[in-house]
């Protein structure tokens, strides 16, 4: 990486409360006070251990290093190592092979819905909580810890979920910007002169003449409209489910429900958004759209490309926004924005009282040292853990107090380095007394959400900055000041909601039958089937390849037995609609 000179060093004055944090351990049931300041040798924790990380959010593998490895190293006297399917690819077998030895890992991060936390227990691959957890600052979320666990058989706390929120479940847990949306280059949308654009595929043409008109970035790479990767590819192929959320559907399985509960389809069905998404790409890469390294690439490698301009359409706001709109480049006037696409009707989780359960974290049953484990839990769950686990370059959590950020009499505020480190790319050098590298080679690899965006601390400040007063005072640019007076509104969330443009789906908890053997069977057959079909699809040579895979896949996945997994998950589906 580049190293950026300025900004590089902050006043010691900032830094020297913190710094005195980071030499020892604190209070290990969740103390959330910044201010206090332990020697080394107060850690409670003599040995120090390696703690393996079975972490199927994780989009790295690997030691977790950097300023949040020295944070955990410091306070809890041991060392991360991510263990993640998404990287090493065919994550099932890899969980399969794991499992089979009676041990997926010290700490565990996984789905805990469809029975899948019944089966842990059941296969004695994770750790009962309950008694370490009872005088633990976590046991504020009570309520969302024993609903999840209620659904296991056996008596215990196995499991945490993740997200929990103090909202209701029509609430939106979003911030500023919603989890899906098209987002392009505004700066070129500009200089067309704002086409309109009705539909998504309306955008096509729209991002082909912005291609022509900026066809290499500035690194002399080729520009695209898209580009993908397959780490995240389950069910179905990740990047075209995602369009289909910009339509108001999430899936279930292989099931795309509406947010409202109006609709549920088969996404191999001819008629299906999934089906139509399929069509949308494979226009966009006859176009030459699409980036022709998409299926060879990590989700590492496609942030990079953002970051340096080489793409023009984003899918989340925290992939394009977070990548390219840095100081730097708002300050030319150059960023994403929210398209303004006339038919969206964007899916938006609803908060969850009870936690998300398709999110989880547990105690490995082998791991040496449980209740210290149960301490990191507790710690990610406490103010200082979120603000910290959450820190990353994707409109989250500011980081560690003294550093990234400050409260003042008003409310919080980024310090300097702060700003450079969340909202200028992350490229800066963190000072020595945090560890080594960059911001953000040591943010957090684990990809774990313990609340909801929008969640208040106990100091009643929002836990992401992007929420602050102070942070949303800054957006003051020409390129974001272009948007709203386009668009006719303030933030993102603010034109979706006045529009009618956003579908809350409330935060709604369910618990589906456990899958049979054979269920579990056709499941992992036909997904996989239907993830190597779509890719082939998007990129078929011509329009009549295109519609004989379409059969070869409906062929296919039927054979294995897909109106079995079909059935079970539109049932659950609706039922999950109706609970």
């Known amino acids: 990486m580049r190293k950026k000179q300025r900004n590089r060093m902050i006043s010691f004055c900032l830094l020297a409360v913190f710094c005195l944090n980071l030499c020892g351990c604190s209070d290990m049931k969740g103390n ?5 300041a332990l020697n080394a040798n107060d850690c409670p924790y003599e040995d120090f251990i390696v703690v393996d990380v079975f972490d199927f959010s994780a989009n790295y593998q690997g030691i977790q290093s950097g300023w949040f490895g020295e944070v955990v190293r410091k306070k809890f006297n041991m060392e991360l190592n991510i263990i993640s399917p998404n990287i090493t690819k065919g994550g099932d077998t890899l969980f399969e092979v794991r499992a089979a030895a009676g041990n997926l890992g010290d700490l565990i991060i996984c789905k805990g819905v469809n029975g899948q936390l019944q089966d842990l227990v059941n296969a004695e691959l994770i750790y009962n909580m309950e008694d370490e957890l009872q005088d633990k600052n976590i046991m504020r979320y009570r309520e969302a810890i024993e609903n999840l666990n209620s659904s296991v058989w056996q008596e215990g706390i196995y499991a945490i979920p993740s997200e929990v929120s103090s909202n209701g479940s029509d609430v939106s847990s979003e911030g500023v910007e919603p989890v899906y949306g098209p987002y392009i280059r505004w700066d070129l949308y500009q200089e067309l002169g704002y086409p309109e654009i009705d539909t998504l595929e309306d955008l096509l043409p729209v991002l082909k003449e912005m291609q022509e008109r900026y066809p290499v970035a500035e690194n002399g790479a080729k520009t695209y409209g898209f580009s993908f990767f397959k780490d995240w590819d389950d069910n179905m192929m990740n990047a075209v489910k995602q369009p289909c959320c910009m339509y108001g559907y999430d899936e279930y399985g292989v099931v795309l429900a509406k947010a409202d509960g109006s609709d549920y389809q088969s996404i191999i069905e001819d008629d299906s958004i999934y089906v139509r998404m399929l069509n949308f790409f494979y ?16 989700y590492d490698q496609c942030f990079d490309k953002y970051r340096e301009g ?7 706001p925290w992939l394009g926004k977070s990548a390219f709109n840095t100081i730097s480049n708002v300050e030319k006037g150059k960023g994403f924005m929210l398209a303004p696409v006339k038919d969206l009707q964007i899916y938006s989780y609803g908060c969850y009282p009870y936690g998300n359960q398709d999110s989880i974290i547990a105690v490995g049953s082998q791991s040496a040292d449980p209740a210290r484990l149960v301490d990191f839990i507790d710690w990610l769950y ?7 686990n959450g820190a990353n370059l994707s409109g989250a959590a500011a980081g560690p107090e003294g550093l990234t950020w400050e409260m003042r009499e008003d409310g919080p505020y980024l310090t300097d380095f702060g700003r450079e480190a969340l909202m200028n790319g992350g490229d800066i050098e963190v000072p020595e007394e945090y560890g080594d590298g960059t911001w953000e080679s040591g943010t957090s690899a684990l990809n774990y959400k ?27 640019s020409s390129l974001i000041e272009d948007w709203r007076e386009k668009m006719n509104a303030d933030t993102t969330m603010g034109y979706l909601q006045k529009n009618d443009m956003l579908l809350v789906a409330p935060g709604m908890l369910y618990t589906a039958s456990v899958e049979t053997a054979e269920q579990t069977t056709i499941r992992h057959q036909c997904k996989r089937a239907i993830q190597d079909y779509s890719w082939e699809m998007v990129f078929a040579p011509d329009r009549q390849r ?17 109106d079995v997994i079909l059935e079970y998950d539109m049932t659950h589906a609706k039922l999950k609609r109706q609970s």
């Open 283 to 298: 226009e966009a890469n006859q176009m030459g759209l699409i980036d022709p390294k998409s299926a060879n690439q990590s």
């Open 32 to 36: 959330s006070d910044y201010l206090t």
């Open 382 to 388: 406490s103010e200082e853990g979120i603000m910290m």
């Open 546 to 562: 295109f519609e004989e895979l379409l059969d070869e896949m409906q062929a296919t996945v039927k054979s294995y037995g897909y």
């Open 310 to 316: 080489q793409i023009l359409f984003s899918p989340w």
């Open 450 to 476: 313990a609340v909801v965006q929008c969640e208040k601390s106990e100091r009643g400040f929002h836990y992401y900055y992007e929420l602050w007063d102070s942070v949303r005072a800054l957006d003051t």
